[in-house]
């Protein structure tokens, strides 16, 4: 699928310097996007449509390109990221519908929809740096230190991430949502 790069003629002197400054920073925005997403192909692939975009459009001068160009790299790299757990929660809910037939017991099954439906809305309320942390550990099965080096962060500032989401989801379904729906009534 990687097949090697050749860039098309540049046109204009713009052109000629993007291309210049691009191929001159390929190999640090790989290696950043495949730090981020763990993959050397994957990463190829997205700094290779992150050129495509920019040869596209009409051009616009930046006065550091080649910095430019790296946050570019590290935000496709997110990007990425994100739509790969949109793409798993897809997933993940098409799933869903099954797992009540499964169960035994209906009311056990209503009981975890709404447990996870809590814990759903508890994550979307988190920081988004803490809540990226932890998908990238939960759904993506990174480790401490893998997150806390591509987010050039400390180990231990990623576990205090982890505690505080872990501790908004268990937060969540302590509540009971018969007593949060009453008026006046104080959660548990």
């Known amino acids: 699928m990687n097949e090697p790069f050749d860039p098309p003629p540049a046109d204009t002197p713009a052109r000629a310097r993007f291309l210049q400054v691009f ?4 190999g640090r925005m790989e290696s950043l996007v495949s730090r981020r997403v763990g993959c050397r192909a994957t990463a190829a692939d997205l700094v290779q449509d992150l050129f495509l975009r920019f040869w596209r459009r009409p051009q ?17 790299a997110i990007d990425h990221l994100r739509s790969e757990g949109a793409r798993e929660r897809v997933t993940d809910s098409l799933a869903e519908p099954l797992q009540p037939s499964l169960d035994s017991e209906p009311q056990a099954a209503l009981e975890a929809d709404s447990d996870l439906r809590r814990i759903e809305a508890a994550l979307r309320q988190l920081p988004e740096r803490t809540r ?18 591509v987010m050039n962060l400390s180990q231990s500032a990623v576990e205090k991430h982890m505690m505080r989401a872990l501790e908004a989801c268990k937060a ?9 729906r009453k008026p006046g009534s104080a959660p548990r």
Do not use: W
């Open 23 to 26: 191929l001159a920073q390929r």
């Open 60 to 76: 616009v001068e930046v006065e550091a390109l080649d910095s430019y160009l790296m946050r570019c790299a590290g935000n496709i």
């Open 132 to 149: 990226h942390i932890f998908l990238l550990n939960r759904i993506h099965g990174r480790t401490y230190g893998e997150i806390a080096k």
């Open 172 to 180: 969540s379904v302590a509540v009971d949502p018969e007593q949060s």
